[in-house]
């Protein structure tokens, strides 16, 4: 049963452009999410997240956008730059345990066209 | 970088031997965290460490024992190593109470093939 959903394998977009990740997620539970940047042959670098008290988090040329009734999130990349090539990662995990356990979607790679 | 090495980066290992991955972390850090990363499964939680001597199962802990004598430090052990454990793991690390609050972040990963 995965909880936490990327729907979209690969994504491409033409340098400049907007970039649109999207992820979906089953367990109400959850009410933090993070987004994570992977190169190949690296550790997943954090990006951006967001807490369930907000709808929306923004940090330069990220913002991702929580929607709780849709159990909903994306990440909007602008404007996407070829340095932006890479698998994206959501995430998620429940604060109420106090583990911050985290549950992982299978990715989306995103390639920025020059 | 987040102050987190682990070792070592590369093995390689036959069937049936034991395998120990170390993680070691400089940011004082309770909570510490070790993942596999396989095709099509995104990173999966094997076992994690609230504290020195406190650890729990994740989703895939079968195969997999823990320890963690002191707060720097957390070890991954495959007892007896299959060809099913052939992958990627990442440690992470974590604390509410540090300036980062409630972000999670990762080593640079092990990768491990048994043969």
């Known amino acids: 049963d995965q909880q936490v959903k990327q729907n979209s394998p690969s994504l491409s977009v033409q340098e400049g452009r907007i970039s649109i990740l999207n992820c979906d997620y089953t367990n109400s539970m959850f009410d933090y999410f993070l987004w994570y940047k992977k190169y190949p042959a690296e550790g997943p670098t954090f990006l951006i997240s967001?807490?369930?008290?907000?709808d929306k988090n923004e940090d330069g040329r990220f913002t991702v956008f929580l929607n709780k009734s849709a159990k909903h999130l994306s990440l909007h990349i602008v404007p996407s730059q070829p340095g932006d090539s890479a698998v994206y990662f959501c995430?998620?995990?429940?604060?109420?345990?106090?583990?911050?356990?985290?549950?992982f979607g299978s990715g989306t790679r995103l390639q920025v066209q020059p | 970088d987040a102050g987190i090495t682990q070792s070592p980066r590369h093995k390689v290992t036959e069937t049936g031997t034991p395998v120990t991955l170390r993680c070691h972390q400089t940011e004082n850090h309770r909570y510490m965290y070790w993942y596999r990363q396989d095709p099509g499964h995104g990173l999966r939680l094997i076992h994690y460490s609230y504290g020195v001597k406190d650890t729990d199962k994740g989703e895939v802990s079968d195969g997999y024992s823990v320890s963690r004598s002191k707060t720097e430090d957390f070890l991954l052990t495959l007892e007896s190593a299959t060809s099913s454990q052939t992958s990627v793991y990442f440690c992470?690390?974590?604390?509410?109470?540090?300036?980062?609050?409630?972000?999670?972040?990762f080593g640079e990963g092990s990768w491990l093939t048994v043969v």
């Open positions: 967001i807490s369930s008290i907000k």
């Open positions: 995430a998620a995990y429940r604060g109420d345990t106090g583990r911050r356990a985290l549950t």
């Open positions: 992470a690390i974590s604390d509410p109470l540090s300036p980062s609050g409630n972000t999670i972040y």
